[in-house]
């Protein structure tokens, strides 16, 4: 997919160059007042600091045909060196040569060459050509359909030498089909009537030694006469891998996770039945063996009662295990009655006033969903009475503007979401973790609504098309 994006022409790394490069650099508000310069520039002219020159303006008319405001009415003629009085810098009277080399609605870049008729520090031509030179960057100016200037970094990126790139057809360098998307952006430069912008895509380059990703930008320019483009280009190619591999590594994550989840399920399924149909069915039948002993004597009957309640006590323990791990209810009736019979037995335990709403004629939902809204409700549930210290519950379940939605609601003491949120992405809090990753790996969206003293919220919801299906019987 190529990406673009418009924004002001900029300087091309300018000021960092110039500084290497020897030259001075200034940035410029539209009146002709000075922003910001660099250190070199500043010592060049005798200045101790930035704050001396800054606010200072380049005059008009000198002479008016090549004053400041005409320069830069007729930017983007790059290449084209002026000379400009210093104005409000004290008694010194200045006049610097200097090139336009950047343009924005806020501000000018001006690369200085020299100043005070005869003192020049560089050739402008050629010290804008070493800047190019030097950048780690690719750098071209294209015109037609041709290179007219490369500089060593693209020459490399796209194995060739730079003579062999001088003349040769730009288009022949880039993927055939992203072409005509680089061709529309340089005809929307060209159209352009306001401040020269310059567009910055993402495009795919054809090297010597195979395909590469670029970030390029693009700005239209003059040169030896004639309307050309300048770009520079950023070889992005290891990130893009970097970026798929990690979008690869994260969709067999997510895959991975949604399995171990249907192979727990399944586990719990597996267990809740074996508990429930094998250990339960052995421990009734010796509960009712020991129950026949005990009518054989009253002496034999005080001494089963012990052994007896103890079964009976173990009996309920297993059913309480089993229904945990997964109750049957769920597959056989569905979320509505799961939710009702799980909410109803933690309020009986844990002494809370409870309000279940669910919609009338709610549907049964597909297997997975049905098991994602109700481990989130019994994780809810199961927080609010280990940790709200709250006195009531509401839960509702239905259907608000084409998603299913399960809300849990109570009256305790409330949290900071922020800290929670904090200890969850740390590890701390397994249980919102777990219900963040459930949700997420099911395509539904979790939110949670808390504040010290304010009580707690929970909303869970999935829209309507990713949740019907045909449940599994158990």
């Known amino acids: 997919m190529n990406n673009v994006a418009l924004q002001p022409a900029g300087s091309f790394e300018t000021r960092q160059l110039a500084d290497i490069a020897g030259a001075g650099w200034l940035r410029i508000d539209p009146r002709g007042v000075i922003l910001d310069a660099n250190k070199l520039l500043l010592k060049k002219l005798g200045f101790q600091s930035i704050d001396e020159l800054t606010g200072c303006t380049l005059e008009d008319g000198v002479p008016p045909e090549t004053s400041f405001t005409s320069a830069a009415a007729q930017y983007p003629e790059t290449w084209c060196q002026q000379e400009y009085r210093l104005r409000d810098a004290g008694d010194i009277d200045i006049v610097l040569q200097a090139v336009v080399v950047g343009r924005a609605p806020s501000h000018f870049e001006l690369l200085v060459t020299g100043h005070n008729a005869n003192v020049t520090w560089c050739h402008t031509e050629q010290r804008v050509r070493q800047l190019m030179d030097i950048s780690q960057n690719g750098v071209c100016i294209t015109s037609g359909d041709e290179f007219l200037y490369v500089n060593a970094a693209l020459a490399e990126m796209l194995d060739y030498r730079t003579d062999e790139l001088i003349g040769y057809p730009c288009n022949k360098v880039f993927a055939e089909e992203d072409v005509p998307f680089l061709e529309a952006h340089r005809e929307r430069l060209l159209q352009q009537d306001d401040a020269p912008l310059e567009v910055t895509i993402q495009i795919r380059m054809v090297a010597n030694s ?102 009976s006590s173990l009996m309920q323990q297993v059913r309480a295990i089993s229904l945990d791990l997964r109750p049957s209810m769920l597959d056989d009736l569905g979320l509505t009655a799961a939710i009702r019979w799980y909410v109803g037995r933690v309020a009986k335990l844990a002494g809370l006033v409870t309000e279940i709403q669910v919609e009338a004629d709610f549907p049964r939902l597909s297997t997975d969903v049905e098991t994602l809204f109700f481990r989130i409700a019994q994780e809810a549930v199961t927080n609010v009475m280990r940790h709200a210290g709250a006195g009531s519950l509401h839960l509702f379940l239905g259907i608000v503007d084409d998603v299913f939605e399960l809300r849990v609601v109570d009256d305790g003491i409330g949290f900071d979401p922020v800290v929670v949120q904090g200890k969850a992405s740390r590890g701390k809090s397994a249980g919102l973790l777990g219900m963040q990753e459930r949700a997420s790996l099911a395509g539904a969206c979790l939110e949670l609504e808390s504040g010290v003293g304010g009580g707690t919220c929970l909303k869970l919801t999935i829209p309507t098309s990713r949740a019907l299906g045909h449940p599994r019987q158990s």
């Open 210 to 311: 195979g395909s590469r990703d670029v970030r390029m930008r693009v700005a239209l320019t003059e040169f030896g006469g004639r309307k050309a483009f300048v770009a520079t280009i950023l070889d992005i190619t290891d990130q893009r891998r970097g970026e798929k591999a990690l979008r690869d590594y994260a969709r067999r994550l997510r895959l991975l996770s949604r399995q171990v989840l249907a192979v727990q399920e399944d586990e719990r399924r597996n267990l809740a039945r074996e508990l429930h149909d094998e250990i339960g069915q052995q421990l009734t039948f010796l509960k009712l063996s020991l129950a026949q002993l005990s009518k054989r004597g009253e002496t034999l009957e005080r001494d089963l009662e012990e052994p007896l309640a103890g079964i």
